[in-house]
């Protein structure tokens, strides 16, 4: 039996729909006019046996909560695109890898491969520097942006005003609250989805953000 996720639908400008199910941790599926997206699908999160069948899987780096064997073959078709860092489609031997600051384009879907590390010494080990991605997904004119495994990085200018912002917040490995409130503040989403939370007190994260416009959406994404 299908497990019951929690979903957020918008009506995009271009009048097309768009709906997010929200799986847990980093795993994200969006339906775009019935193009299916998933964003690091896990089996731990989801049986994907019951999900749509995947047109685009984004994958943003090997680690094991995000990069799924099992899940990615149960999902693709001959028709599914994958899109990955170097390691994982090494690993995967199919699919298209990005480097940071490349895109391609499934569609009328753009995809970019955002800057994804730690710059915190003693951190770098987990995240290194040109290794990961983050992903901005354009439709049409909406933006979407899912960071991947990061801290602050210098990709800022190109993220600010997207129209959803999906934000790694847990400590070690990815931002602090303290970090993510800054990198939230310069970004200024319109929507703001922390997610990958493990045991983040993400409340705090909210409360901090009360002064300004951004609608901080708390899904279960631990």
């Known amino acids: 039996m299908s497990k019951v996720f929690e979903k957020d639908c918008f009506h995009l400008l271009n009048g097309k729909k768009l709906t997010i199910t929200f799986l847990g941790h980093a795993s994200v599926v969006l339906d775009y006019d019935n193009t299916i997206i998933y964003l690091d699908p896990i089996s731990s999160e989801c049986d994907f046996n019951f999900e749509p069948k995947a047109d685009i899987i984004l994958?943003?780096?090997?680690?094991?909560?995000?990069?799924?064997?099992?899940?990615?073959?149960?999902?693709?078709?001959?028709?599914?695109?994958?899109?990955?860092?170097?390691?994982?489609?090494?690993?995967l031997d199919f699919g298209?890898?990005?480097?940071?600051?490349?895109?391609?384009?499934?569609?009328?879907?753009?995809?970019?491969?955002?800057?994804?590390?730690?710059?915190?010494?003693?951190?770098?080990?987990?995240?290194?520097?040109?290794?990961?991605?983050?992903?901005?997904?354009?439709?049409?004119?909406?933006?979407?942006?899912f960071s991947g495994d990061t801290e602050i990085v210098n990709n800022i200018d190109e993220l600010k005003n997207v129209d959803i912002a999906f934000l790694a917040v847990n400590q070690p490995y990815t931002m602090t609250i303290e970090q993510a409130n800054h990198f939230i503040r310069e970004i200024s989403p319109r929507?703001?989805?922390p997610y990958h939370l493990t045991d983040t007190n993400i409340e705090e994260l909210k409360e901090k953000l009360k002064d300004t416009s951004i609608d901080c959406r708390i899904r279960k994404m631990q």
Do not use: M, W
């Not at 094991?64 to 090494?90: G, P």
């Not at 890898?97 to 010494?121: F, G, V």
């Open 59 to 91: 994958v943003t780096h090997s680690h094991d909560d995000h990069f799924d064997k099992k899940a990615i073959n149960i999902l693709k078709t001959e028709r599914t695109k994958i899109i990955a860092n170097q390691e994982v489609i090494d690993l």
């Open 96 to 145: 298209k890898a990005l480097k940071n600051d490349q895109h391609t384009k499934i569609k009328d879907i753009e995809i970019k491969a955002t800057s994804a590390y730690n710059t915190t010494i003693g951190r770098d080990c987990f995240h290194p520097k040109d290794r990961d991605n983050g992903y901005l997904i354009c439709l049409d004119s909406f933006r979407i942006y």
């Open 191 to 193: 929507i703001f989805y």
